[in-house]
C-alpha cells in the first residue's frame, strides 16, 4: 500500500496579501481601507490601498484603487512610509480616486 504525502503550499509572494487599516473618518459614508502588499520581481516590496464603501446592509457599494505608490526594500520598509502618512492624506487618497 502507498501512502499519499499532504503537501502544503507556501503562499505565493506575487499575490497581494490585503491587511485592514480601519474605516476612513470624515467622507460622510463608511468607508473601510486596506493595504495590499507583494513582493516583486525584483525582491522589493509593493503596496496599494483599497477602498471599500459598502451600503447599510453590507453590501459592497464601491471598491476603489491606487496604484502601487508604496515601496520599500524589505516589508518593515514599505510599513514604515504606510505609517509615515497622517490620516488626512489617506482621506485625500481616497477623494481623488472618486
Partial sequence: ?????????APD???PTAYTLGPVR????EVMAALLIR???DG?????????ECDEGGHLREERL???IFC????ADLWLSVHSLGEH????????LG
Avoid at 520599500?72 to 516589508?75: A, P, R, S, Y
Fill in 1 to 9: 500500500m502507498t501512502s499519499q504525502s499532504l503537501r502544503t503550499s
Fill in 13 to 15: 509572494p506575487q499575490e
Fill in 26 to 29: 470624515g467622507v460622510g459614508a
Fill in 39 to 41: 513582493c516583486g520581481d
Fill in 44 to 52: 522589493g516590496w509593493r503596496g496599494r490601498l483599497r477602498f471599500t
Fill in 66 to 68: 491606487t496604484a502601487e
Fill in 72 to 75: 520599500g526594500t524589505t516589508e
Fill in 89 to 96: 492624506h489617506i482621506r485625500d487618497l481616497y477623494r481623488s
